[in-house]
Structures are given as structure tokens and as C-alpha cells.
Nanobody
Framework: QLQLVESGGGLVQPGGSLRLSCAASGFTLDYYSIGWFRQAPGKEREGVSCISYSGRSTDYADSVKGRFTISRDNAKNTVYLHMNRLKPEDTAVYYC????????????????????????WGKGTPVTVSS
């Protein structure tokens, strides 16, 4: 079965850190760019960070620049999102997605919307930032 599985979400206090993982099974991530997206209650899904298949190119939404770092370990078939200095507004369900195209999003109406060329989505992992 071809799938992406996210893990690492949870409850964290403001200012805290989490590391999310996106693991692929049934296929290799070597040829895919990977994007992290998030969706808060009542809001559209938006892009957070992405990394090219080689790992040489990365991009971030303005709201997370300087706080989040994306990385990948192709040997482990896994991509990571390191989230530091978390804020309550980071609360959302976080999804990873695999796309042949980089970046796997487009700017629409001021937000980073998922590209229609995305091949695989995970089911998401919830992140709650609250004291």
C-alpha cells in the first residue's frame, strides 16, 4: 500500500518545540519533493514548508520562517519538520504531501495552496499549542 504517515504531533506549551516526521511506505521518496501543510479549524489548508527531492532547495511560509526547519533523510525514506518557538496560532492538523513538482504549492489569494499535481497525502497529525 502506497502511503505517507505523519507522526510527532501533540500538545505543547507556547515557546516549545516539536519534531514532525513524514514516512513513506510502499514507494521511495527519492524522486519527490515533500511539502508540509496545515489546516486549522474553519480555515483552508495552507503550505508551511517544502523541500526538493535532492534536499538542496527549501521554502517556508513567512509565518514560520526562522522558527521551522525542514529536512529529509532519503535513506530512511522520511522527511522531518522541526518546529521551534511554537505559537498558539500554529495549532492545526499538519499534513505531508509528495509531489514531482517543486514547490508543491502555488500562491493564491495570499496563501500557499496545495498544487493539483500532488500525488500522495498523509492523514495528518494534530498539533496543539496551548498553556
Amino acid at each position: 500500500q502506497l502511503q505517507l504517515v505523519e507522526s510527532g504531533g501533540g500538545l505543547v506549551q507556547p515557546g516549545g518545540s516539536l519534531r514532525l516526521s513524514c514516512a513513506a511506505s510502499g514507494f521511495t521518496l527519492d524522486y519527490y519533493s515533500i511539502g508540509w501543510f496545515r489546516q486549522a479549524p474553519g480555515k483552508e489548508r495552507e503550505g508551511v514548508s517544502c523541500i526538493s527531492y535532492s534536499g538542496r532547495s527549501t521554502d517556508y511560509a513567512d509565518s514560520v520562517k526562522g522558527r521551522f526547519t525542514i529536512s529529509r533523510d532519503n535513506a530512511k525514506n522520511t522527511v522531518y519538520l522541526h518546529m521551534n518557538r511554537l505559537k498558539p496560532e500554529d495549532t492545526a492538523v499538519y499534513y505531508c504531501a509528495a509531489d514531482i513538482v517543486f514547490p508543491p504549492w502555488g500562491l493564491v489569494g495570499g496563501t500557499l495552496q496545495p498544487s493539483p499535481s500532488i500525488d500522495y497525502w498523509g492523514k495528518g497529525t494534530p498539533v496543539t499549542v496551548s498553556s
